[in-house]
C-alpha cells in the first residue's frame, strides 16, 4: 500500500529555474495539501485542495502554483525558484467525509535546494 | 485566528524518566487536537487525537488530554525510550469540511540510555 508518493526526494535548483513537485496518494481522499518545514518554524501549509479542481491558499502560497486535475494527484509548481525557496516539502492527505479524524496522511517529503 | 504553542526545545532526557511536552492553542469553535510524530529522515505520522473537551488520546505509551478550560493539550509518557528520539507536532483542527490542519513549531525530544 502506497500511501502519499512524492518525487522526487532530492532536488538542486539554480535560481530562476522552474520545476515541479509531483504527489500522488491512492487513498481516495479529497483532501490534499503542501507544507514546507523550514528550521524553528515548523510546517507552515502552502496550498491545499478539497477536490478536484478547487485550490486554494495557505499561509505561504507565493511563489508556489497548484492545480488539482484528478482526486490522486496534487503537483506543486516553482515558477521561478528563489534561495528562500528552499526547505523540506511535505504533501500530506485526508477524508474530507468524518472530520473527526483529521487525520492527515504524509509522504516522506522532498529537499528541495536553491543555489 | 487558530494557532499552537508548544514548548521550545530541545528536550533532553535519559532512559525511563518522564516526559511532558506543554501545548496550548487558541481557536474558534471545538477543533480536534492532535500530536504527531516525525522520526529522523521521515515524514510524519499521527501519533494520538482527541476530538472533543475532556477526551484523552493514548498510543504507545503516550497521552495527552483535551482541556478546554486551559486551551492546553500537553503530551506525556511515564517512561521514555532510545526509541522515542524524534520531533513531536502538536496541531490543531476545526471542524469545518476543507480546514487545514495548524502546526506547532515542533519540540525536539533527545532520549538517551
Known amino acids: 500500500n502506497a500511501g502519499v508518493t512524492q518525487t522526487p526526494k532530492f532536488q538542486v535548483l539554480k535560481t530562476g529555474q522552474s520545476m515541479t513537485l509531483q504527489c500522488a496518494q491512492d487513498?481516495?481522499?479529497?483532501?490534499m495539501s503542501w507544507y514546507r518545514q523550514d528550521p524553528g518554524m515548523g510546517l507552515r501549509l502552502i496550498h491545499y485542495?478539497?477536490?478536484?479542481?478547487?485550490?486554494d491558499q495557505g499561509e505561504v502560497p507565493n511563489g508556489y502554483n497548484v492545480s488539482r486535475s484528478t482526486t490522486e494527484d496534487f503537483p506543486l509548481r516553482l515558477l521561478s525558484a528563489a534561495p528562500s525557496q528552499t526547505s523540506v516539502y511535505f504533501c500530506?492527505?485526508?477524508?474530507?467525509?468524518?472530520?473527526?479524524?483529521?487525520?492527515?496522511?504524509f509522504g516522506e517529503g522532498s529537499r528541495l535546494t536553491v543555489l | 485566528g487558530n494557532s499552537v504553542t508548544q514548548m521550545e526545545g530541545p528536550v533532553t532526557l535519559s532512559e525511563e524518566a518522564f516526559l511532558t511536552i506543554n501545548c496550548t492553542y487558541t481557536?474558534?469553535?471545538?477543533?480536534?487536537l492532535f500530536w504527531y510524530v516525525q522520526y529522523p529522515g521521515e515524514g510524519l505520522q499521527l501519533l494520538l487525537k482527541?476530538?472533543?473537551?475532556?477526551d484523552k488520546g493514548s498510543n504507545k505509551g503516550f497521552e495527552a488530554t483535551y482541556r478546554k478550560e486551559t486551551t492546553s493539550f500537553h503530551l506525556e509518557k511515564g517512561s521514555v525510550q532510545v526509541s522515542d528520539s524524534a520531533v513531536y507536532f502538536c496541531a490543531l483542527r476545526n471542524n469545518q469540511a476543507g480546514t487545514a490542519l495548524i502546526f506547532g513549531k515542533g519540540t525536539t525530544l533527545s532520549v538517551s540510555s
Open positions: 500530506a492527505s485526508s477524508r474530507l467525509a468524518g472530520m473527526d479524524t483529521g487525520e492527515l496522511f
Open positions: 487513498m481516495n481522499h479529497e483532501y
Open positions: 482527541a476530538t472533543k473537551a475532556d
Open positions: 485542495s478539497v477536490g478536484a479542481g478547487i485550490t
Open positions: 481557536a474558534t469553535g471545538y477543533p480536534s
